[in-house]
């Protein structure tokens, strides 16, 4: 039987432990036009400050600690006096609003398919960008040891019950294989599709090539079609150019990394190549100085290109949740330099077809002295983990979540997906 491994890297493309045999083809070619459910997980790098962007108005105390950076509550006019530069929240529910620059994202909302989780995040006391980011894509808050990622192990733990399991089950829009899907189980790191496979070289076509003619030559009329019908699933994603893609329902993408990134996630789901976990990532949150200057514009970026993401696969929505996640928040009073130190509990977006929108889920602690984690942070009243769990039971039907958060106690869902 023939047995081919292959670890390819060209630029940005990097194929990570894809076993070519016949029984993987039979299995790409089945999982190729197939209907999954899909979770589109993406990563706001240098903590976003959750404050500002769900805002809550509600609170007297988040105006005491910034008086500066505070925005606005809805109705009031921007404070230009006292430095303010953002216009005041969008109004979701007579507490909480979103900062003007997520405005794309308002219509969602309200439409009940966007819902938020806030006071959200990792127990784990760490103020390290670097752990704090391990601790979240891992899984495992505390516990540096842990050597693969949570979504890899919702991956291993049901590819014994995806017999057509696809060779793009698993991709991240990135450089490197986020910590998070990196484990036992295949994934693949492409930067631009563009730069898959066509223009990988005549190494790679000649090697496909190779391939492809040994099957055709298989004695077994049933592997004979298989193997073609796989290798036409990867010409699929070869001859994918997005210079010439058009988003469907006049969707525009912001022209930035992310935005980019949050375009070939849609062209991934449109190519039916059985496509279940998507990654996406956008850095720079970390705004210690000067933040009026910086955040708004992330934000701009980040609350376009999803509202783009789903408009642009319209009823493709149906089978889709997207969560966002940071490493951890900002802290609750605003410092010296029009910024905001590293902080606790965050935000947490959940957009998609079975979400249960225009709520804002968990427990609000308060934002007084006294409420406040170390006397300084946003408290955590939800669990990271308790998002990512009913994501992946929820709508990805995973089973035995001990494989997935080994030593967490998963209590009871948030409630923001319909069974």
């Not at 930067?191 to 190779?210: K, N």
């Not at 375009?263 to 949150?285: C, S, T």
């Not at 077809?353 to 007084?368: E, I």
């Amino acid at each position: 039987m023939l047995t081919r491994r292959v670890f390819l890297k060209n630029g940005s493309l990097a194929l990570v432990s894809l076993g070519f045999t016949p029984a993987f083809i039979a299995r790409a070619a089945q999982a190729a036009g197939a209907k999954h459910k899909i979770l589109v997980a993406i990563f706001q790098r240098g903590a976003v400050d959750g404050l500002n962007m769900v805002v809550p108005f509600g609170d007297p105390d988040y105006y005491r600690a910034r008086p500066s950076l505070a925005i606005p509550k809805p109705g009031e006019r921007p404070r230009q006096g006292q430095g303010q530069a953002e216009e005041p929240a969008i109004d979701l529910d007579g507490f909480f609003g979103l900062s003007a620059r997520m405005a794309p994202l308002a219509p969602l909302f309200q439409a009940g398919e966007l819902a938020i989780v806030h006071a959200c995040g990792s127990h784990d006391p760490s103020r390290s960008h670097f752990d704090a980011q391990d601790f979240m894509e891992s899984g495992t808050p505390g516990v540096k040891s842990t050597r693969d990622g949570w979504l890899n192990r919702y991956l291993h733990a049901r590819q014994h019950e995806k017999e057509s399991a696809s060779p793009f089950r698993a991709v991240a829009l990135a450089q490197q294989l986020p910590r998070t899907l990196q484990g036992t189980a295949p994934a693949l790191a492409i930067g631009q599709l563009s730069q898959f496979g066509v223009r990988a070289g005549r190494a790679t076509d000649m090697m496909a090539s190779g391939f492809e003619a040994q099957y055709a030559q298989a004695a077994d009329a049933l592997l004979r079609p298989t193997g073609k019908e796989a290798f036409d699933a990867v010409r699929m994603l070869k001859d994918t150019d997005p210079a010439t893609y058009v988003p469907a329902n006049s969707a525009e993408y912001p022209r930035s990394g992310f935005g980019e990134a949050m375009k070939q996630i849609a062209m991934l789901i449109k190519q039916d190549l059985g496509l279940e976990v998507a990654f996406a990532e956008l850095g720079g949150w970390d705004t210690h100085v000067q933040q009026p200057g910086r955040l708004p514009n992330l934000l701009d970026d980040f609350a376009r290109a999803i509202a783009a993401f789903r408009r642009d696969l319209g009823d493709g929505m149906a089978d889709v949740v997207l969560v966002t996640m940071s490493e951890f928040g900002r802290a609750v009073q605003e410092n010296g330099n029009r910024g905001t130190d590293h902080g606790h509990g965050n935000a947490m977006l959940i957009l998609g077809g079975p979400v249960k929108g225009g709520k804002v889920y968990g427990t609000w602690p308060g934002l007084a002295r006294d409420k406040r984690w170390e006397g300084r942070d946003l408290a955590i009243t939800t669990d990271f983990r308790d998002v990512f769990a009913e994501a992946v039971t929820k709508h990805l039907g995973a089973r035995d979540l001990s494989k997935i958060f080994p030593g967490y106690a998963y209590k009871a869902p948030v409630g923001f997906l319909r069974a």
